[in-house]
Structures are given as C-alpha cells and as structure tokens.
C-alpha cells in the first residue's frame, strides 16, 4: 500500500515572483542572519570586557575586507528587518490589507531598507571608515 | 476534576498548541522593544567607530547606555528564540532533529544572553 507518490499541494515553485512573496522569505532570511548577529554582539562584549587585546581582534575582523563585507550584509538585513518589522505590526492593527496595500508596503520596506544601509556607511565613510 | 471540563474548556484560550498566544504576544512585544533598543544600538556603535578600547569601556560604563545594552540582549535573544523556533517548527518534520535543535537554539540564545549581560555588567561595575 501507499507505494505512490500522494499529490502534494501547490508550494512555492508554482507561482509566479511577486514582491510579497520576496519580502516574507527576506524576512526570515534576515532574521536567521540578525540572530547570528546577536551572538556576535554578545561575543564582542565580551571581548571589552577581557581588556584591549581580546576588542584589538574584534576591530581587527571588523576593519578586514570580509568583516567589512559582513557588517554591509548584517547592516541591511537589520534595515530590511526593521523596517518589514514595523510593516508586520502596522498590518496586525488591520490596516493596509488590501492588494495593492501590501504591494506598496512590500516595496516601502525594501527601499527603506536600502536607505538605512546608504545612510549607515556614508556615517561609516564620513567617519574615515575605521571600525 | 478534570473529566468534568468540557472540551471547550480545555481549549479555551489555549487553542491545540496548549500555548495559546503568548508566543504571538512575545514576539510583537519584543519587537516593538526592538524598534526603539536596536535603533539606539546601531546609533551607538556608529557613535563609536574609530575610538580606541578605553573609550569603548567608558561609553558602555555610562549608566544609561549599560541599562540600555541589558535591555537590548535580553529583547535580542528573546525574539531570536522566538524567530527561530517559528522557522525550526516550519522546516523540521524529523521530531528528534526537531527536539534537538530547539533545545539548542533556546540554550545558544539564553547562553548569549547571559554572556553579554555578564560583560556589559562587570564593565558598567568597573571591570
């Protein structure tokens, strides 16, 4: 019995690209990112606190090319978050259910995103880009 | 006593999960706490780049910036839990895998928990 595969319900790759579909798995992927993130900051608290050698290394990764790379990534992923975040309580409160409301919204959130991180490194460029 | 509870009952309020909506409430909480905790954070690193060690101890000893950062890891790491235990429930049919990595993700977030407030408290006290 049952040597058949049962049919299964219509996922994921049956449907056309659409914003909202993006901005939910974003939202996920950010957050996975952002909690990795969380232990990195519990982490390098930790370094203060062990003294001058321990945050020597923290500002060391920090300053390297790839810790620059992952401080762009994890920088936006917590604009996106944020700003999808705010979305998600916005639309608990019932408001902007409509189609085209969570078309709108899905794209305020990516471009909010967007200028989070440009804001974020031109203060970090400004700044003469040391971590 | 319990066999004179109708159905209704035992559900109400706790729905199939026995949990009801707690984990839903934690999360908008935590996130709303968020909003306001790790925007200030964000600022507060970028107030901070390029100064050295010594600088870096003083802000995070000042008291309102210790209470923040306490605020801010306990709030982190419990919307963390909660984030990953949605995606873990989603993704992880093998119920031992499952059991496993719940229990790790809940021990990793209260673990990184713990260690930041450590940090930041024995910092704030004068190291």
């Known amino acids: 019995m049952a040597t058949r595969e049962r049919p299964l319900s219509p996922h994921l790759q049956v449907y056309r690209w659409q914003i909202q579909m993006a901005t939910s798995i974003l939202h996920r992927a950010t957050g996975v990112l952002l909690a990795f993130g969380a232990l990195l900051i519990a982490a390098s608290l930790l370094a203060l606190m062990l003294g001058p050698q321990a945050w ?3 500002t060391g990764v920090a300053g390297a090319w790839y810790g620059r790379a992952f401080l762009f990534v994890w920088s936006w992923a917590f604009g996106y978050h944020i700003c999808n975040g705010i ?18 919204s899905a794209w305020m959130s990516v471009i909010g995103s967007l200028i989070i991180t440009s804001l974020v ?3 970090v460029l400004t700044q003469g880009g040391a971590a | 006593m319990s066999k004179f509870r109708t159905p209704l009952k035992n559900a109400r309020g706790l729905g199939t999960a026995k949990t009801g909506t707690e984990h839903f409430v934690h999360q908008r909480l935590t996130a ?13 690193v970028l107030s901070l780049i390029g100064s050295d060690h010594a600088t870096a101890v003083a802000a995070v000893s000042r008291p309102w910036n210790a209470i923040g950062l306490v605020g801010l890891l306990v709030a982190m790491f419990w919307h963390a839990q909660i984030g990953l235990q949605v995606i873990l429930e989603d ?37």
């Open chain 2, 32 to 44: 709303t706490a968020l909003i306001v905790l790790a925007t200030w954070f964000l600022i507060f």
């Open chain 1, 121 to 123: 490194w031109a203060w």
């Open chain 1, 87 to 104: 979305r998600h309580i916005v639309q608990d409160f019932a408001i902007g259910h409509s189609i085209s409301a969570f078309v709108r």
């Open chain 2, 91 to 127: 993704y992880i049919h093998n119920s031992l895998l499952a059991l496993a990595l719940q229990t790790t993700v809940k021990f990793v977030a209260i673990l990184g928990a713990i260690v930041g407030i450590f940090a930041v408290t024995r910092i704030a006290l004068g190291n």
């Open chain 1, 56 to 58: 020597e290394h923290v």
